[in-house]
């Protein structure tokens, strides 16, 4: 039950981009296609699990015991950057079709705040290990769902005649803020 | 001439948020009030300034490969600093910005800034070069934190000037990418 709490809230309620406003640059970098977006999705699922999890490790036995909490910024983006260097590395020996299918979105992750967001909010949130795993994989999916749904109303407003002055980002932006207004009429359900 | 062109570049023309698109996830996620956008503003620019010196300083002396590894661990020690002091001294502040802090880290226009102009200019036009783009961050945040608290509470700086409550939906997420999109709208039209 619990778990399905952590679900809802991190997909619909507080999704990770809309009412958190974490992960940004790659909402509108990379939500131009569809398929972009997904790919985006999977490797942002991929690198912000084993991020979580091994963050919550060094913070349990290594920063916490030994006092040294105030390092936790430097530790943590150190730890997701070369996280992210070693994902890269193996996935090109071990799956090459998926290194092609992400390749460009891999050396993106580490400036992708969601990432060290999620970090941060499960030792914040004093998430247990396998709810802390659960809680950034929800926020994963809630991140992939707001990015598809931009894209998907981005390929309809290439049709469209907008105004001059808001051609490019002013539309998107305003076009997310609909976006989260729909996703603010999930407030309240858990 | 030439370094007033530097400092000013960031104002308008190569504003980081209006005009470049970077460091959105504060821009939007702090800006409820105009006071805020500051705090943030003013936190980001001590840690582009100091990151800028530092990295202008180091730039002959870190091989080319490490480069970014090391840009990132200089900002996140800044950001710690930044992180602690406001904690001790602005705790009210600190309780609002919250997560935003630690996350100055992954700005991608501090990080821009070190790597596109730090790494390869003098110590001086670096300083010159962080204090105008962190000023124009500044000048976007508390431009996006006044527009939307004056539409969302009638209120500028904590100082209301309706009595009555204002469109609420600016306070709250939506308004936010609305609002800047607005923004972008008029400095697009300006640049014209």
């Known amino acids: 039950m619990e778990y399905i709490v952590i679900v809802l809230s991190a997909i619909l309620v507080n999704n990770i981009v809309l009412a958190q406003f974490l992960g940004l640059c790659p909402f509108f970098g990379v939500s131009n296609k569809i398929s972009t977006a997904a790919g985006m999705g999977g490797a942002v699922l991929f690198v ?66 969601a990432i060290l967001g999620v970090a941060i909010l499960v030792i914040q949130q004093e998430h247990t ?29 290439d049709l469209l005649n907008v105004p001059k002055s808001m051609k490019g980002n002013p539309i998107i932006l305003v076009a997310a803020g609909l976006l989260a207004m729909a996703f603010m009429g999930f407030a309240g359900i858990v | ?123 001086g036009s670096s300083i010159i070069d962080g204090a105008g783009m962190g000023l124009g961050f500044t000048l976007a945040l508390t431009m996006l934190g006044a527009s939307r608290e004056i539409l969302g509470s009638y209120a500028l700086f904590g100082v209301q000037f309706i009595q009555e409550d204002g469109m609420l939906v600016f306070i709250l997420a939506p308004g936010a990418f609305i609002a800047l999109g607005y923004l972008i709208a008029m400095t697009n039209k300006l640049n014209k």
Not at chain 1, 84 to 96: D, G, H, R, Y
Not at chain 2, 61 to 79: C, E, G, H, L
């Open chain 1, 48 to 113: 912000m699990t084993v991020a979580a999890i091994v963050t919550y490790l060094i913070s349990h036995y290594i920063l916490v015991p030994l006092d040294l909490i105030y390092l936790r910024t430097v530790t943590y983006i150190l730890v997701i950057s070369s996280l992210v260097q070693m994902v890269e590395i193996i996935l090109k020996k071990v799956s090459p079709p998926l290194y092609q299918a992400l390749g460009i979105f891999l050396p993106l992750m580490t400036t992708n705040c």
């Open chain 2, 1 to 123: 001439m030439d370094q007033a062109r530097n400092f000013t570049k960031g104002f308008i023309r190569e504003n980081p948020v209006f005009a470049l698109m970077l460091g959105l996830c504060p821009a939007l996620g702090t800006t409820t009030s105009a006071y805020n956008g500051m705090g943030m503003g003013l936190a980001t620019m001590f840690v582009v300034i100091m990151s800028n010196i530092v990295v202008s300083l180091i730039k002959n002396f870190v091989p080319n490969k490490v480069r970014i590894p090391s840009y990132i661990v200089i900002i996140a020690s800044f950001v710690t600093i930044v992180d602690l002091g406001m904690a001790g001294y602005l705790p009210a502040l600190h309780e609002q910005l919250g997560l935003f802090i630690p996350l100055i880290v992954v700005n991608c226009f501090v990080l821009g800034r070190a790597e596109a102009f730090a790494s390869k200019n003098t110590l």
């Open chain 1, 129 to 157: 290990l396998m709810s802390g795993v659960v809680f950034a994989i929800a926020h994963s999916i809630g991140f992939t769902l707001a990015l598809v749904l931009l894209s998907g109303m981005r390929e309809q407003l």
